[in-house]
């Protein structure tokens, strides 16, 4: 089996979250991708370790903040890694709020074939 890829995935849907995992095992199954999940910023901050996570999937929307906190912690300790914020809607403005922290990219929340097929390019690119 290839090295695990941990990803840093920071949701509060459980259903999202089932959904992820269901759609990594469908669509990047040849991958060792292993989901540590966070469902507040608090606790995505405590588990983050830039020595181990190799990409963040982070949902905008969280109960006791929003992903761009997240963002932020994360920026402060790797300017360089892959950051994803998700949302069931982005907005212009939405947008515009991540610019200087440089997210990878700022998503409508998607669990198809083309996303999965995104991320396992970024992922493979990293080696």
Not at 55 to 76: C, M, Q, S
Not at 82 to 110: H, M, Q, R, W
Request: proline share 3%; net charge negative.
């Amino acid at each position: 089996m290839s090295e695990p890829i941990n990803i840093l995935y920071v949701e509060d849907n459980e259903g999202d979250v089932e959904l992820m995992r269901m759609s990594i095992d469908r669509y990047c199954a040849s991958l060792n991708i292993v989901l540590d999940v966070a469902e507040t910023v608090a606790e995505a901050k405590a588990i983050f370790a830039h020595d181990k996570h190799v990409i963040a999937l982070i949902d905008w929307n969280l109960p006791d903040g929003e992903g761009i906190d997240v963002l932020k912690f994360i920026r402060e300790m790797h300017e360089s890694l892959p950051v994803f914020l998700l949302s069931g809607v982005i907005t212009e403005d939405n947008i515009k709020l991540t610019e200087k922290y440089k997210p990878t990219a700022c998503l409508e929340k998607d669990y198809g074939k083309a996303f999965f097929s995104a991320l396992e390019k970024c992922i493979l690119s990293m080696d």
